[in-house]
């Protein structure tokens, strides 16, 4: 049979079709949504050669067949796409509609699907047969095509869709995407980012909501080594793959942690530190205009996270604190760990600064005056706009053309 693949230079194309996901629920702020999803689908794109059009709700990315790996590997890491599917394109008569289900009924088959159902959508009314019939005659076409399928409409293995639009996409491998709201909806906001687990999940969560994400490393050079420095890099990096790029601030924290350590009580030394990494990441978020805080903390789950030490840590910022993971438990936490891709760099085994210094016996419910009365005694304002003034900063994952 000859290729009848749309083709650009004598390339043949193939045309995936995506599903937007939440848009349709905005209402006003639909069109700049639908905006800036076609503004992060086409920077991500872009690299596989990918041809980008929208029409009636739904966007069809086109690109050359050789590309096909990268551009279902980027879409499969796109936040804002409630699915996608690899489609194809035929004319809008029966005879093109019917052969092309029965291509996908055969393929079916040949991975062991057996039971299937085909839907069927017609926005062009012109076109002969209703989604009833198209549905009847489509499987029919299958059945005959591929012995050994059988329609099942309430429990079928794999579903044909059918959408006759302005032109004519038939699919049977259709994929769940990230779901979310399109990165860059939400403004921006900074990231408290260690070495850990738990703060890539909460900003790989927060991006979901669509906030474009900025990071900073508190880094206790040379206590903590470059290895765990490069860590930090690497999983700004993995965030960055899903928000189209993050920028890390790395701070050298070291000479605030030693004034923690001569000056104040040794059970209050975490709580302080971490009193002291809000206000110096309040100060780069204000300059960089990110509109809140982003960390990693869940209810209880350290001595430092306790309400009672929450609110002493985040007493003297005035920016909004988002923590995602407040209300999960650790075995959550890993599974969207691995599920992102970060928990196998998370788990490395360079120390963050807070296990180097955290006090066998810490403060479980920190007083709030008394932790003021602390931190004002710490003297810290020299110190810190030091730290503030020598910060590095690193642009990775995704870095726009
Ligand atoms: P994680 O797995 O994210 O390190 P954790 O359970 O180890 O979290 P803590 O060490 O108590 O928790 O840190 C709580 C939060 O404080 C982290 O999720 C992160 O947002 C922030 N944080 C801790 N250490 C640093 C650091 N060195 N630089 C930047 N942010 C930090
Ligand atoms: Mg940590």
Not at 46 to 63: D, H, I, K, S, Y
Not at 120 to 145: V, W
Not at 222 to 244: D, F, H, M, N, W
Not at 338 to 359: H, K, Q, R
Request: aromatic share 6%; hydrophobic share 40%.
């Amino acid at each position: 049979m000859p290729d009848r693949r749309p083709r650009q230079n004598g390339q043949p194309l193939i045309t995936y079709l995506l599903k937007p996901g939440e848009l349709t629920l905005k209402g006003g702020n639909r069109e700049s949504f639908e905006g800036i999803l076609r503004r992060n689908l086409m920077r991500l794109l872009a690299p596989a050669g990918a041809r980008l059009e929208m029409t009636a709700g739904r966007f069809f990315v086109q690109c050359p067949a050789e590309n096909g790996a990268l551009v279902e590997e980027t879409l499969g890491r796109f936040i804002g796409i409630a699915g996608w599917a690899k489609t194809r394109v035929c004319e809008k008569t029966p005879a093109a509609v019917l052969a092309a289900i029965a291509e996908e009924g055969k393929k079916f088959l040949e991975a062991g699907i057996r039971r299937f159902k085909i839907e069927a959508r017609r926005t062009d009314k012109s076109f002969p047969l209703d989604s009833y019939g198209i549905r009847c005659a489509g499987g029919n076409a299958a059945l005959e095509a591929a012995p050994g399928l059988v329609v099942d409409v309430k429990n079928p293995q794999g579903i044909i869709s059918v959408e006759i639009r302005e032109k004519a996409y038939i699919y049977g491998d259709s994929r769940r995407g990230l779901q979310g709201l399109p990165v860059g909806t939400a403004g921006r906001g900074l990231l408290l980012l260690s070495g850990g687990i738990d703060s890539p999940v909460a900003g790989f969560m927060t991006a979901s909501r669509g906030m474009g994400i900025d990071a900073v490393y508190f880094h206790a050079w040379p206590y903590t080594s470059a290895e765990a420095r490069q860590k930090v890099v690497r999983l700004a990096e993995i965030i960055g793959r899903y928000t189209l790029g993050v920028r890390l601030y790395v701070v050298i924290f070291t000479k605030v942690q030693q004034r923690i350590r001569e000056r104040a009580p040794l059970p209050w030394a975490t709580v302080l530190l971490r009193m002291a990494m809000m206000e110096a990441a309040e100060k780069i978020a204000l300059r960089i205009r990110a509109k809140c805080l982003i960390t990693g903390e869940s209810l209880s789950q350290v001595a430092s996270q306790t309400i009672e030490n929450i609110s002493c840590t985040q007493s003297r910022i005035k920016l909004p604190v988002l923590r995602p993971l407040i209300g999960m438990d650790k075995e959550s936490i890993i599974r969207k760990s691995e599920a992102i891709g970060a928990y196998e760099t998370s788990i490395l085994p360079y120390e963050d600064c807070c296990v180097l210094f955290s006090p066998p016996h810490p403060v479980l419910r920190g007083n709030p005056d008394e932790a003021a009365r602390l931190y004002d005694a710490l003297d810290l304002e020299t110190l810190m706009t030091e730290a503030l003034a020598e910060a590095a900063m690193e642009k990775c994952g995704f870095s726009p053309a």
